[in-house]
């Protein structure tokens, strides 16, 4: 079993940036990627990054070019560097972690920007 805790959303004013964490922990041996994904209420979630074991990301269109995802091994955990932010990013952003037969979520964390 993996457990898997986003923090670092909060309310930001456009043009910002927001940088969250996702900490994993169990059985974080059988992690073979993690992702951030983001829903607004009333929309379906979306993949916003991905991250696999070999590093290999992946971005949706809307958030190439402004989010960053990125691991650190030694702390177990995946970030998710937020720049250049707009109103239509705020969202709920949830933190998935994906082994071979199921994935864990996160509780998520949300993330306003207005001014």
């Known amino acids: 079993q993996v457990q898997v805790m986003e923090s670092g959303g909060g309310l930001v004013q456009p043009g910002g940036s927001l940088r969250l964490s996702c900490a994993a922990s169990?059985?974080?041996?059988?992690?073979?990627?993690m992702s951030w994904y983001r829903q607004v209420p009333g929309q379906e979630r979306e993949l916003v990054a991905s991250i696999t074991n070999d590093g290999s990301t992946n971005y949706a269109d809307s958030v190439k070019g402004r989010f960053t995802i990125s691991r650190d091994d030694a702390k177990n955990t995946v970030y998710l560097q937020l720049n250049s932010l707009k109103p239509e990013d705020t969202a709920v952003y949830y933190c998935?972690?994906?082994?071979?037969?199921?994935?864990?979520w996160g509780q998520g964390t949300q993330v306003t920007v207005s001014s």
């Open positions: 998935r972690a994906h082994l071979l037969f199921r994935s864990y």
């Open positions: 169990g059985s974080i041996f059988a992690i073979n990627a």
